[in-house]
């Protein structure tokens, strides 16, 4: 059963995940292996803590002189034979991938895995013109043969098992295959090998652009991307404008970082670095290659203090794999390229029209699991109520919340028109209580009481009681202990401003 | 010196018995907390859904409660982290910015006071059950209390402390968040309670009521008999 489709609202789109036995299984035995392996190399590797904030710390630094490091990578990756494009929106940004596609009379193109394509929609571009583009990361090659989009950063088909894999791939094949991971794995490195082979362009993503010596570097498990950049006679390179970092030395922190955050590998299995074009001493490598910078509402991002830290994402996917909603739901019903909690925020973000954003920002309980997972730090769960009160501030809030809500600041303003509602729910209440509870389905109680049974007010809250609570207590006082004493006084002389524990 | 109670609107309307729990363990170590009657809620339920203008209206509560005191204690992370956040909510205004600060440096959840501050971890208790603990995502994500609840719990007699599978996973309450995407988050309560279950707890322990009024209210729904409690009402039980 297919559960894709970025129709309806992300509720309707979660109703048909939450009814997918399947997804729901796939998606959670494989984050949980992912964050299981996450946490295992993070604390054998030791202060990671200590490594999320070198990552922080080199994020900002490039992303607050962006501008700065994108030249110095252009010139350097120009110097190394390179053509370099910059594309404002995803429009111009198809248009220059076309462009070079019909200029080299491509018919087929070779892709290795890339976000920033999908968020392009680019095969679907290219097929308009003709261009056959093929998937060549086995996730996206599944994807690809289903007519889906990535679920999952990293793990495009996380939401198929392997039974429904082996029935798309038994299609491909024309023949019946074992639901065995090495007899399709064996199947699909065959029929790319031929693919790899006969294909015009090869296109990639990138993980890390290195200003300094304007290479990009990628990282993958399946030795795809490197045929992919060494088969084809040109190579185009789509890349994010904040992929940059400054030097092969910040390399290190982002490799220690990116895998053991993804997949818990302490090395990914190929780590390509590619600077330039085939040189005549070369064995192998594309003859032309292309590096497009897409912007596509990331500098939407730069100079505003609440969400400039989005472009430091590494697209690890940690924070999926953490998140108890992502757990449940799985990607397609965040329903844009980006899922789970970075998804949420950055698939709102990237758009100018904050009316246009549907209720995403909403699936979350900002349990703040995600923010724990990153690797360098992004506090999304702080950016999804941000986002929220953006919303609510432009007048796209919901109107019966946004009534509920002056209700409840009218109450809330006051003790007594609190003690006043308390007092009238006592009343009211008893129309609806059993033995204490309540389990009526009717009205604003039914979400909470399909699942549950709310309790009831009890006959004294604690403000009633708490006449009488104070005088027992202080008839029974004890005597303070000295060394309890000067323990309260040294806490409240080495207070700073500014609080003690908050992360 | 004023030690100061926040209640909490929750733990006041549904839940009296933990405040009085807190109140009369405190009371133990000669601390006399007081109680300002004009506080109501922290305001995080506008806070979180994007209306902070309402927020900002419940705060003041917190604010006007709490301006004299040098120390002010609750039974939950959560509503200490929405204390956290004043300082963010108010960043615009710099009169209210100044007390926001103020009270962020001097509110403590009541983990973090009994142990960090008063230096107890062994209030003498005697609990003889099985108990699972629920860190909740609030105080042990944001607040950052983790050792503490652990550290009491380890002190107290008979009692056997069994691992929550998952445990740091969120219950699914969130607030809002419950009434709004209520299918996913009785999917995450379901699956909470399922843990608790597979731990085989007599009883289930946790720092907010917000929480615990999630999961008991699935548990009871199933009518399991898993009993919830918050750990200062476990405290002051054992001690009783």
Same mark, same amino acid.
């Given at each position: 059963m297919s559960t894709t489709g970025t129709a309806g609202t992300v509720k309707e789109r979660a109703d048909l995940a939450l009814n997918d036995d399947f997804l729901r299984k796939a998606v959670r035995f494989t984050t949980e292996r992912l964050r299981n392996g996450k946490k295992k190399a993070s604390e054998d590797h030791g202060n990671w803590d200590d490594w999320r904030e070198r990552g922080r710390q080199i994020r900002l630094h490039t992303i607050a002189h962006l501008d700065y490091y994108l030249n110095i990578f252009t010139e350097?990756?120009?110097?190394?034979?390179?053509?370099?494009?910059?594309?404002?929106?995803?429009? *111009? #940004?198809?248009?220059? #991938?076309? *462009?070079? =596609?019909?200029?080299?009379?491509?018919?087929? !193109?070779?892709?290795?895995?890339?976000?920033?394509?999908?968020?392009?929609?680019?095969?679907?571009? &290219?097929?308009?013109?003709? !261009?056959? =583009?093929?998937?060549t990361d086995l996730g996206e090659y599944i994807i690809q043969l289903a007519g889906e989009t990535p679920s999952h950063i990293i793990i495009p088909a996380i939401h198929k098992n392997r039974y429904q894999i082996a029935d798309l791939l038994s299609a491909d094949a024309g023949e019946t295959l074992a @639901? %065995?991971?090495?007899?399709?794995?064996?199947?699909? $490195?065959?029929?790319?090998?031929?693919?790899?082979l006969e294909a015009d362009i090869g296109m990639? /993503?990138?993980?890390f652009a290195i200003a300094e010596t304007g290479s990009m570097v990628l990282f993958e498990n399946e030795g795809n991307a490197r045929m992919v950049t060494t088969v084809p006679k040109t190579q185009i390179t789509l890349m994010g404008m904040e992929r940059i970092i400054p030097s092969?030395? *910040?390399?290190?922190?982002? #490799?220690? &970082?990116? @895998? $053991? +955050?993804?997949?818990?590998?302490? &090395?990914?299995?190929?780590?390509?670095? !590619?600077? /330039? @074009?085939?040189?005549?001493? %070369?064995? %192998?490598?594309?003859?032309?290659?292309?590096i497009i910078i897409v912007d596509n509402g990331r500098s939407l991002q730069l100079g505003d203090p609440e969400f400039q830290e989005l472009l430091n994402c590494i697209r690890c996917g940690a924070c999926l794999n953490a998140c108890p909603v992502y757990r449940h739901i799985g990607g397609h019903a965040y329903g844009g390229t980006y899922s789970g909690p970075i998804g949420a925020v950055l698939t709102p973000s990237l758009q100018k029209n904050v009316g246009e954003w549907d209720d995403i920002a909403n699936a979350s309980s900002l349990c703040g699991a995600c923010y724990e997972a990153c690797p360098v730090k992004i506090p999304l769960h702080d950016m999804l109520v941000y986002l929220r009160r953006r919303k609510v501030e432009a007048g796209h809030g919901n109107k019966i919340e946004s009534i509920g809500m002056k209700g409840f600041s009218a109450v809330m303003g006051g003790s007594k028109r609190f003690r006043t509602i308390l007092n009238l729910g006592k009343l009211g209440q008893k129309l609806v209580v059993r033995n204490g509870e309540i389990r009526t389905k009717l009205g604003p109680l039914k979400?909470?009481?399909?699942?549950?049974?709310?309790? +009831?007010?009890?006959?004294?809250?604690?403000? %009633? +009681?708490? /006449?009488?609570?104070?005088?027992? !207590?202080?008839?029974?006082?004890?005597?303070?202990?000295?060394?309890?004493? +000067? $323990?309260?006084? #040294?806490?409240?002389?080495?207070?700073d401003k500014g609080g003690h524990g908050h992360g | 010196m004023k030690v100061s109670l926040f209640i909490t609107c929750m733990s006041d309307a549904i839940y009296p018995r933990v405040g009085e729990a807190m109140v009369r363990l405190l009371a133990r170590y000669g601390v006399q907390l007081d109680f300002p009657k004009v506080q109501t809620c922290c305001g995080q339920p506008a806070f979180n859904s994007g209306y902070w203008d309402d927020a900002r209206a419940t705060a003041s509560t917190i604010l006007d409660a709490f301006e004299d005191s040098d120390f002010v204690i609750s039974p939950s992370g959560s509503c200490t982290g929405m204390i956290h956040h004043y300082p963010k909510l108010f960043e615009n205004d710099p009169v209210m910015l100044e007390r926001a600060k103020e009270l962020q440096s001097k509110s403590y959840e009541f983990t973090q006071f009994l142990v960090n501050v008063l230096g107890v971890t062994d209030v003498g208790a005697s609990f003889p059950h099985k108990v699972t603990y629920h860190p909740s995502c609030h105080g042990s994500r944001l607040l950052g209390v983790k050792d503490e609840p652990i550290a009491l719990m380890n002190h107290v007699k008979g009692l056997e402390l069994v691992p929550l599978p998952f445990a740091e996973d969120c219950c699914g309450f969130g607030g809002t968040f419950a009434v709004k995407m209520a299918d996913i988050s009785g999917a995450m309560v379901t699956e909470k309670v399922d843990h608790v279950l597979e731990s085989e707890a007599e009883v289930l322990v946790g720092l907010d009521m917000a929480c615990l009024m999630n999961i008991s209210g699935n548990l009871r729904y199933r009518n399991e008999p898993v009993r919830v409690m918050h750990l200062a009402e476990l405290l002051y039980e054992g001690v009783k």
């Open positions: 350097n990756a120009r110097a190394n034979g390179v053509h370099v494009h910059f594309a404002d929106t995803a429009a *111009d #940004a198809v248009k220059v #991938a076309l *462009d070079i =596609a019909e200029r080299k009379q491509a018919k087929t !193109i070779v892709k290795s895995k890339s976000m920033v394509t999908e968020e392009l929609h680019l095969n679907h571009h &290219l097929e308009k013109i003709g !261009i056959e =583009a093929i998937e @639901p %065995d991971t090495t007899v399709l794995a064996g199947f699909v $490195r065959k029929k790319l090998r031929e693919k790899f990639t /993503g990138c993980n092969w030395t *910040d390399l290190e922190v982002m #490799a220690t &970082l990116l @895998p $053991r +955050s993804a997949t818990g590998q302490k &090395l990914t299995v190929y780590m390509s670095g !590619i600077t /330039g @074009p085939r040189r005549s001493e %070369d064995g %192998d490598g594309p003859e032309e290659m292309h979400g909470w009481n399909t699942y549950r049974v709310t309790p +009831s007010i009890p006959k004294k809250t604690f403000r %009633d +009681s708490w /006449g009488t609570i104070e005088e027992e !207590i202080r008839n029974g006082l004890q005597e303070m202990d000295p060394a309890v004493r +000067s $323990r309260m006084e #040294a806490a409240v002389k080495n207070r | -």
